[in-house]
């Protein structure tokens, strides 16, 4: 059948939420993916601290190699909400590069995908991006391999 998605959403209405789309960690080391991770933190984002967030977190799974976006997780306030922009950077192939590049309204908690994303690109240089809290993080591409602008 065409026009069925193959990419579905998930959620969980615990407290907090639980909502994930694409791939878990797990399931990319069983496929053997040569994969890298990115997190973000409710409480660094300016939305997080005005809607008093203590907790919550996001998590990024993608590919080393093409760093197209595999899987996100989200657990903390509205994750079921947050996370259906998840779906189309699963859905549609996008990449860390396209996330970090990409304009949001502000204050809202899609600041996590950045977040995650510059987390992620951190990793995959070999270093821990220093935890801020605020939106704005730098990032030195240089030492990303193949890293356009």
Known sequence: LEGIPEVFPYGIYTVPEVSM?????EEAKKKNLNY??????????????IIGAQSGMM????????LVILGVHVIGHFASEVI????????NKKTVKQVVSTVFNYPTLHALYKHACYD??????????????CDYVRLDTADIPDYDE
Do not use: M, P, Q, W
């Not at 990115?38 to 601290?49: L, V």
């Not at 259906?84 to 859905?91: A, E, F, K």
């Open 84 to 91: 259906h922009y998840g779906l189309s950077l699963v859905d």
């Open 36 to 49: 890298c991770t990115g997190r973000a933190n409710y409480k660094d984002t300016a939305r997080g601290k």
């Open 21 to 25: 789309v694409g791939i878990t960690e």
């Open 120 to 133: 992620g690109l951190g990793n995959l240089a070999g270093y821990k991006v220093k935890r801020l809290t």
């Open 59 to 66: 998590k990024i799974i993608f590919d080393r190699e093409t």
